[in-house]
T-cell receptor
Framework: GAVVSQHPSRVICKSGTSVKIECRSL??????MFWYRQFPKKSLMLMAT?????????EQGVEKDKFLINHASLTLSTLTVTSAHPEDSSFYIC????????????FGSGTQLSVL | AQTVTQSQPEMSVQEAETVTLSCTYD???????LFWYKQPPSRQMILVIR??????QNATENRFSVNFQKAAKSFSLKISDSQLGDTAMYFC?????????????FGQGTRLTINP
């Protein structure tokens, strides 16, 4: 099946710093990527939808200036957590849909962010 | 907005038994997709099974099958001959039809434990 690579898998940073998470589709072109956040023992909450070459669409309650999303190519989307604070600590997961636009989504392996 | 509800936070069965996880959803759409995803301790999201709403036949994948009741907006997952490797969080998910954002909306999840 299609592979989505997400890096880093784990990151620890100091409060006030920015962290970038990458999501790459390795063997297909992803016109749309999705970013989710998951708290411990909770479900995945959609943060934003990222379309190649255009601005991301954020879900209600998600600060777009806090969580910067860039989808500059058909194989790469990045999520930057700016001026991170301890409350931003969470598990972040990306998913990608291939160029065919079908209903199949492929998930990255996730990034555990810990802000000290 | 679509909502997905999983009313069983936790379930536990013995190995080789059959277990059914429940899921209900709310939508005004007629065509859509439904999914069950598995999230083991590694936290990698794994697609278990998918169902197109326009198909009356219930989807089946080896030991996994669904009971799709469109009128009742119910989508339960049955795991037959359960195995220790089935231990995981299971999420029911809804996807808008083509033409929409095609984003996944997840239920709260059911933590399934298979005991030896």
């Amino acid at each position: 099946g299609a592979v989505v690579s997400q890096h880093p898998s784990r990151v620890i940073c100091k409060s006030g710093t920015s962290v970038k998470i990458e999501c790459r589709s390795l063997d297909f072109q992803a016109t749309t990527m999705f970013w989710y956040r998951q708290f411990p023992k909770k479900s995945l909450m959609l943060m934003a939808t990222s379309n190649e070459g255009s601005k991301a669409t954020y879900e209600q309650g998600v600060e777009k200036d806090k969580f910067l999303i860039n989808h500059a190519s058909l194989t790469l989307s990045t999520l930057t957590v700016t001026s991170a604070h301890p409350e931003d600590s969470s598990f972040y997961i990306c998913s990608a849909r291939d160029w065919g636009g079908n209903e199949k989504l492929f998930f990255g392996s996730g990034t555990q962010l810990s802000v000290l | 907005a679509q909502t997905v509800t999983q009313s069983q936070p936790e379930m536990s069965v013995q190995e080789a038994e059959t277990v059914t996880l429940s899921c209900t959803y709310d939508t005004s759409e007629n065509n859509y997709y439904l999914f069950w995803y598995k999230q083991p301790p590694s936290r990698q999201m794994i697609l278990v099974i998918r169902q197109e709403a326009y198909k009356q036949q219930n989807a089946t994948e080896n030991r996994f099958s669904v009971n799709f009741q469109k009128a009742a907006k119910s989508f339960s997952l049955k795991i037959s001959d359960s195995q220790l490797g089935d231990t995981a969080m299971y999420f029911c998910a809804f996807m808008e039809p083509s033409g929409g954002a095609q984003k996944l909306v997840f239920g709260q999840g059911t933590r399934l434990t298979i005991n030896p």
